[in-house]
């Protein structure tokens, strides 16, 4: 791609709308703009929006009347002259204007390239421009505020200390180097292993949020497993608070695996309710009960449900055979019943592992979804809430942190400066890799290439 093109896309999504936005980025965007207005002499002021009639420039056929925004470089979101044509979100009518400009000289801009050109005009770095992409996906608030934090710049303020730091430990050892006969004395390289334990232990604390982050971002699998009519279609449309599933007092009823997405606490929870496990002699049941095996193998957690009316079934006993190693917890069902006993989840798995409920009253709800967020909860390891939600900042910040226990560990053994320096710089390479200081064109290209045509 070249940065001296102009750019053009449709930044709002596909479809029928109120309003439709075309963006353009480059030095040519106003003279564009001026082609569509057939108004050489438009000079509109930076930062303020006008209201204009936009014709096609080959017929000159009136096509709109649009609201133009013109943000002069650098003060704009790509750093180059950008202008925004917020048309009537009709279809056909964006594409027309679309094509007027490309005919006109524009291009169509590549996957990320704005938010690209914002990076390489030093408008944001690479974990900001990740950020813009994490907030439009986010589908919660709670994802929001984390996006929001990371675009305001919180993860690149948060790793600026520690690449101080390190500087300032690589600067005696390079001395050292540099000046052969003054070897640094014992003291001062204890103190360095020192500051090299600190550092560890902050790159770690930060790595150790990805687990909470990845389920903020990406939600988090629940499959509702359990034989047939137990309930699991009850607890599922419960905790949707609506009659998603079909729900009978005839066994096997569910024959396929059915997700929704719920939030749970700002966590998105894709939950699956699944067919009930038995042996199955009807093929329809068979696959169902498949994809049930299927879902449990992708699930971050299992909601074994048990009807706690009826003593435990040698089908409990087979299923729970199948889960205990996962993450699950048990979920005794049909509290309502006279019948109902909570001794049962003592006969069976990790008795605090279990909650008891009612499908039917939706007794016990409440106390079932925290469970549900303890797995998400464990993971938080900071008081600031701040959270690592990219997985590539977390691989990152796991290899920077071994690049320092290599030295620290080179240290202990004695060893000469020069090898000492090479985890060092190492690391400091890997955090640059994060905000985009060292990262590679490679990795550039596939980080953008996520990124949606119009940002």
Same mark, same amino acid.
């Given at each position: ?18 309003? =439709? ?13 001026? *082609? ?9 002021? %930076?930062? !303020? ?8 420039? /080959? ?25 925004? @044509? +917020? ?51 986010? /589908? ?15 993860? +690149?303020?948060? @790793? ?25 004395? /014992? ?5 360095? *292993? ?35 009519? &137990? ?10 608070? +609506? ?15 059915? %997700? ?21 002699? #009807? ?9 049930? !095996? ?27 055979? #199948? ?31 279990? &909650? ?9 709800? #409440? ?12 993971? %938080? ?24 226990? +290599? ?46 045509? =119009?940002?």
């Amino acid at each position: 791609m070249s940065s001296k093109d102009t750019i053009v896309a449709l930044s709002t999504p596909p479809g029928r709308s109120g309003i =439709g936005v075309i963006r353009l980025s480059g030095e040519r965007s106003l003279d564009h703009v001026r *082609s569509l207005l057939d108004d050489n002499h438009f000079s509109p002021e %930076s930062h !303020r929006v006008a209201l204009r009639k936009i014709f096609d420039p /080959q017929t000159h056929e009136l096509l709109d009347r649009a609201l133009i925004t013109y943000f002069k470089a650098p003060h704009s979101f790509t750093g180059e002259d950008i202008a925004e @044509l +917020s048309c009537h979100g009709s279809p056909v009518l964006l594409m027309h204007v679309v094509d007027a400009l490309l005919s006109l000289g524009a291009r169509v801009a590549d996957a990320g390239e704005f938010t690209l050109r914002a990076l390489a005009n030093q408008r944001l770095n690479l974990s900001q421009a990740e950020a813009v992409r994490d907030l439009i996906d986010a /589908q919660t608030q709670a994802a929001v505020r984390q996006a929001a934090r990371q675009l305001g710049g919180e993860l +690149s303020a948060r @790793l600026q200390p520690t690449k101080d730091a390190l500087i300032e430990i690589i600067v005696p050892l390079e001395s050292s180097l540099e000046f052969v006969e003054d070897d640094l004395p /014992q003291l001062t390289l204890e103190k360095i *292993s020192l500051q090299l334990t600190n550092l560890i232990l902050a790159l770690d604390v930060l790595a150790a949020t990805f687990r909470a982050g990845r389920l903020l971002k990406d939600g988090l699998k629940v499959a509702l497993i359990g034989r047939p009519n &137990v309930g699991k279609s009850s607890v599922f449309n419960r905790l949707l608070v +609506s009659d998603r599933a079909i729900v009978t007092e005839i066994p096997g009823t569910t024959r396929d695996s059915l %997700s929704e997405l719920l939030n749970i606490d700002g966590v998105p929870v894709l939950l699956t309710d699944t067919a009930g496990m038995r042996e199955a002699n #009807d093929p329809v049941e068979y696959l169902g009960i498949e994809r049930t !095996r299927r879902a449990i193998a992708d699930a971050d957690l299992i909601l074994f449900v048990i009807d706690g009316s009826q003593p435990l079934a040698d089908e409990d006993e087979t299923i729970f055979a #199948d889960i205990f190693e996962s993450k699950y917890l048990i979920v005794l069902n049909k509290s309502d019943l006279g019948s109902f006993n909570n001794l049962i989840c003592a006969g069976i798995g990790d008795n605090s592992k279990c &909650v008891a409920i009612s499908a039917k009253t939706g007794e016990g709800l #409440d106390a079932l979804r925290a469970a549900i967020m303890e797995l998400f909860e464990a993971g %938080s390891a900071t008081d600031s809430g701040f959270l690592i939600t990219n997985a590539r900042h977390f691989d990152l910040l796991r290899r920077s942190a071994d690049a320092l226990r +290599s030295s620290q560990s080179l240290i202990l053994q004695g060893a000469s400066e020069d090898l000492i320096l090479v985890g060092l710089y190492e690391s400091l390479r890997y955090l640059g890799e994060i905000t985009g200081e060292t990262t590679p064109e490679d990795v550039l290209s596939q980080i953008f290439a996520t990124f949606c045509i =119009g940002k």
